[in-house]
């Protein structure tokens, strides 16, 4: 079983940065690939970016691209989410989530373990 925390969020300016961690144990990181995915209130947990076991690909909603960047370390067993530029629309509870494949996809339900979230507020 893989457990997943999250960390590093919090309020943040319109305009600031924030970087959020996501913690793993009980399987060897390098195996999965990771996505980070947000879910506002009343709205659907949608994608946010993704990065293979190896790190070689990486793959961002267009919402967010050019603004994060998602990487890992996995001598660490640990993967991040460096937002910048934060606009109050990217207002979220920000969860982190394994595959357990090579492919990146973007939908949820792709994804095989799932931390608790970190809420990041972003005010305007």
């Given at each position: 079983?893989?457990?997943?925390?999250?960390s590093?969020g919090g309020?943040?300016?319109?305009?600031?940065?924030?970087?959020?961690?996501?913690?793993?144990?009980?399987?060897?990181?390098?195996?999965?690939?990771?996505?980070?995915?947000?879910?506002?209130?009343?709205?659907?947990?949608?994608?946010?970016?993704?990065?293979?076991g190896?790190?070689?690909?990486?793959?961002?909603?267009?919402?967010?691209?050019?603004?994060?960047?998602?990487?890992?370390?996995?001598?660490?067993?640990?993967?991040?989410?460096?937002?910048?530029?934060?606009?109050?629309?990217?207002?979220?509870?920000y969860y982190?989530?394994?595959?357990?494949?090579?492919?990146?996809?973007?939908?949820?339900?792709?994804?095989?373990?799932?931390?608790?979230?970190?809420?990041?507020?972003?005010?305007?």
């Amino acid at each position: 079983q893989v457990q997943l925390v999250e960390s590093g969020g919090g309020l943040v300016q319109a305009g600031g940065s924030l970087r959020l961690s996501c913690a793993a144990s009980g399987r060897t990181l390098s195996r999965y690939t990771m996505g980070w995915f947000r879910q506002a209130p009343g709205k659907e947990r949608e994608f946010v970016a993704a990065i293979t076991g190896s790190g070689a690909v990486t793959h961002y909603a267009d919402s967010v691209k050019g603004r994060c960047t998602i990487s890992r370390d996995n001598a660490k067993n640990t993967g991040y989410l460096q937002m910048n530029s934060l606009k109050p629309e990217d207002a979220a509870v920000y969860y982190c989530a394994l595959r357990n494949s090579v492919v990146i996809r973007t939908t949820p339900t792709s994804y095989d373990y799932w931390g608790q979230g970190t809420q990041v507020t972003v005010s305007s």
